[in-house]
C-alpha cells in the first residue's frame, strides 16, 4: 500500500476473495483520521461482492460491464459503463457483474484510519 500513484498492489480485504481488487493510491487525507484509498475492482460476471460495508465513503465510476448496486432498504439500481455511484459510510451494500462482461469499478474511499476498508455484514 502505497502513497505513489504509480505504484498498485492487490488489496487484501473481507472482498479480495471473490473480487479482483488492485489498490491503486493510499494517502493520508486533509481530513483529521481519515485517508484516501483508490481501489479498481474486477466483478467477473455472475458474481457478487457480498453484503458489505466501509468505514467511510465510497466515491465510485463504473468502468466498464453493467452492475446491479443492492443497498439496503433501496431499490436496486442497475449501473452501465459511465455511471457514478456514492455509497455513505458503513451502508451495507452488495454490487453483482450481470454480464456479459468482467465489470470494472473505480472507487475512491474516504475512511477511518486504521480500520478495514471492508467488511463483510451479511
Not at 473481507?14 to 494517502?27: D, F, I, P, V
Not at 451495507?92 to 475512491?108: C, K, Q
Request: net charge negative; charged share 15%; proline share 9%.
Amino acid at each position: 500500500m502505497s502513497s505513489d500513484p504509480m505504484t498498485s498492489t492487490q488489496s487484501t480485504d473481507a472482498l479480495s476473495g471473490k473480487l479482483k481488487r488492485t489498490e491503486l493510491q493510499h494517502s493520508a487525507s486533509s481530513i483529521p483520521g481519515r485517508e484516501i484509498v483508490q481501489v479498481l475492482t474486477e466483478i467477473p460476471a455472475g458474481v457478487e461482492s457480498g453484503w458489505h460495508i466501509h468505514p467511510g465513503e465510497e466515491v465510485g465510476y463504473v468502468a466498464a460491464g453493467t452492475v446491479q448496486m443492492m443497498v439496503e432498504g433501496q431499490p436496486t439500481l442497475t449501473l452501465h459503463a459511465g455511471d457514478p455511484f456514492l455509497m455513505p459510510p458503513r451502508t451495507p451494500h452488495n454490487a453483482r457483474d450481470v454480464g456479459p462482461e468482467t465489470g470494472r469499478m473505480l472507487s475512491t474511499y474516504i475512511v477511518e484510519v486504521g480500520q478495514p476498508l471492508a467488511t463483510l455484514t451479511h
